[in-house]
C-alpha cells in the first residue's frame, strides 16, 4: 500500500472521528474560545455530520479505487514465483537460430535477457501485469551457459535462472537482396536448457 493511501485513509477516519462529535462539547469549546459568538442551530451540526460522512465514504472509494490500480501495476511474489516457473518451463528445450556473423557460440546472451523478460510476462497470469519485469545478466557467459536474475516491480522476490545454450547444427537459407552464392546464409541452430531457483545469483 502506498504511502498515499494509507494518508488518505487516515484523513477519512480523521473525518468520521470529527462527525461523531457530540453538538454540546463543539458548543461548549466555541464558548470558552469565543463567549459572546451566537449559537449554533442544530440543524447546522446535522448538515455538518453529513458533509463529513460523505467526504469520508468517498474517500475510502477513491482509495480503494488506488489500491486496485496499484494492484493492477505491480507484481506480489505468488505471481512472480509462478511466472518464473512457467517461463522456465517454456523456455528449457527451446530452440531458435543465431546470428550467423557471430563465431563465439557462447558470447553476449545479453540479447536473451528480453527473451526471459517476455516468457515471464506472459506467464503471470490473472491480476499480474504484463510489464515490469526485469533480467540482469549477471557476469560473464561462459562455455554457452549464462545466469539471469529475474526481478519485478512491486515483487520482494528474486529468482536466479540458469541458461545454457548448445548448438546442434544449423539451417540454410538466402538473404534477400545478393545475387547467387553471396546469398546464401547459414544460421546456427541452438537449444537452450533453462533452471531457476529462488533467491540472487
Same mark, same amino acid.
Given at each position: 500500500?502506498? %504511502? /498515499? ?19 454540546? &462539547?463543539?458548543?461548549?469549546? &466555541? ?13 447546522a451540526f446535522t448538515v455538518a455530520?453529513?458533509? /463529513? ?18 494492484? *493492477?501495476? #505491480? ?17 528449457? *528445450?527451446?530452440?531458435? $537460430?543465431?546470428?550467423?556473423?557471430? =563465431? ?5 546472451? !545479453?540479447? $536473451?535477457?528480453?527473451? =526471459? @523478460?517476455?516468457?515471464?510476462? #506472459? ?18 557467459? @561462459?562455455?554457452?551457459?549464462? +545466469?539471469? @536474475?529475474?526481478?519485478? &516491480?512491486?515483487?520482494?522476490?528474486a529468482f536466479c535462472m540458469t541458461?545454457? &545454450?548448445? +548448438?546442434?547444427?544449423?539451417? @540454410?537459407?538466402? !538473404?534477400? %537482396? ?10 546456427? #541452430?541452438?537449444?537452450?536448457?533453462v533452471s531457476s531457483r529462488a533467491?540472487?545469483?
Amino acid at each position: 500500500m502506498s %504511502g /498515499l493511501t494509507v494518508l488518505l485513509f487516515g484523513g477519512c477516519a480523521l473525518l468520521l472521528l470529527m462527525a461523531c462529535v457530540g453538538a454540546d &462539547r463543539v458548543r461548549a469549546l &466555541r464558548e470558552s474560545w469565543n463567549p459572546s459568538a451566537p449559537d449554533v442551530p442544530d440543524s447546522a451540526f446535522t448538515v455538518a455530520r453529513v458533509v /463529513l460522512v460523505a467526504a469520508a465514504l468517498g474517500g475510502v472509494v477513491v482509495g480503494f479505487q488506488g489500491l486496485a490500480v496499484e494492484d *493492477g501495476t #505491480e507484481w506480489s511474489g505468488d505471481e512472480l514465483t509462478s511466472a518464473v516457473e512457467g517461463a522456465t518451463r517454456a523456455l528449457d *528445450g527451446s530452440s531458435a $537460430y543465431g546470428d550467423p556473423v557471430t =563465431i563465439d557460440e557462447s558470447a553476449d546472451f !545479453a540479447a $536473451y535477457a528480453s527473451t =526471459i @523478460e517476455q516468457e515471464v510476462g #506472459e506467464h503471470g497470469g490473472g491480476d499480474a501485469p504484463q510489464f515490469g519485469v526485469d533480467a540482469e545478466l549477471v557476469g560473464p557467459a @561462459e562455455s554457452g551457459r549464462a +545466469r539471469y @536474475e529475474v526481478s519485478a &516491480r512491486g515483487a520482494g522476490a528474486a529468482f536466479c535462472m540458469t541458461v545454457t &545454450r548448445t +548448438r546442434v547444427g544449423h539451417v @540454410e537459407t538466402v !538473404a534477400p %537482396g545478393l545475387p547467387g552464392d553471396a546469398a546464401a546464409v547459414k544460421l546456427p #541452430e541452438y537449444t537452450f536448457e533453462v533452471s531457476s531457483r529462488a533467491g540472487h545469483c
